[in-house]
């Protein structure tokens, strides 16, 4: 069992927009600011998509954003496109005993 | 540019031992923690061990504590996973991740190696 749940699955047709939630505890999520975003298309590694909660790398297109209230850190996708379907996970410090944790991941279709 | 090389995964018994070594290039090693990171065939991302930058601090997953051991050779440019008692469950690809943030580690992997698949078979 994960330390942070996520939906198994969420879809949107293109040009539609989806929100992924990430949700965990005080320890986590909600005790600090270091969450960050991976999308994962199959048979590749990871790419970070957000750190800081919000923080978007350079490549990322503005169409990613990302934010957190309280225990739950959220990823919107505005205007879906096709090459947006992809594997996506959530990550946070938990402190200096638990370290990392990811969530469950959440498989995003672009119907 | 930044590269993330894995070696040394394969088939191994049930309680057997087996070391993953991460060869580093693009950047300098010295100034970044680095960890690893594994996921077992169609499930998600399980954080496995930091080590600093200096190699002064690591930490461990309760799930590899007291089995897994990471360390570096900055001089060398390479990260290593010494994994001891392994058991089907650590079945996984491993990845090794840089930090992205110089100096105190943050928990963001910003650059990913291509993985390397360990099996444990009973």
């Known amino acids: 069992q994960s330390a942070l749940t996520q939906p198994r699955s969420v879809s949107g047709s293109p040009g539609q927009s989806v929100t992924i939630s990430c949700t965990g505890s005080?320890?986590?999520?909600?005790?600090?600011?270091?969450v960050s975003w991976y999308q994962q298309h199959p048979g590749k590694a990871p790419k970070l998509m957000f750190y800081?909660?919000?923080k978007r790398p350079s490549g990322v297109p503005g169409r990613f954003s990302g934010s957190k209230s309280g225990n739950t850190a959220s990823l919107s996708i505005s205007g879906l496109q096709a090459e947006d379907e992809a594997d996506y996970y959530c990550c946070s410090y938990a402190g200096n005993s638990t370290f990392g944790v990811f969530g469950g991941g959440t498989k995003l279709t672009v119907l | 540019q930044v590269q993330l090389v894995e070696s040394g995964g394969g088939v191994v018994q049930l309680g057997r031992s087996l070391r993953l070594s991460c060869a580093a290039s693009g950047f300098t090693l010295s100034s970044y923690g680095m960890h690893w990171v594994r996921q077992a065939p169609g499930k998600g991302l399980e954080w496995v061990a930091l080590?600093?930058?200096?190699?002064?601090?690591?930490y461990y997953a309760d799930s590899v504590k007291g089995r897994f051991t990471i360390s570096r050779d900055n001089s060398k440019n390479t990260l290593y996973l010494q994994m001891n008692s392994l058991r089907p469950e650590d079945t996984a690809v491993y990845y090794c991740?840089?930090?992205?943030?110089?100096?105190?580690?943050?928990?963001?992997?910003?650059?990913w190696g291509q993985g390397t698949l360990v099996t444990v078979s009973s």
């Open positions: 991740a840089r930090d992205r943030v110089p100096g105190t580690p943050r928990y963001y992997f910003d650059y």
């Open positions: 005080s320890s986590d999520v909600g005790g600090y600011n270091y």
């Open positions: 800081d909660v919000t």
């Open positions: 080590v600093w930058y200096d190699g002064s601090k690591k």
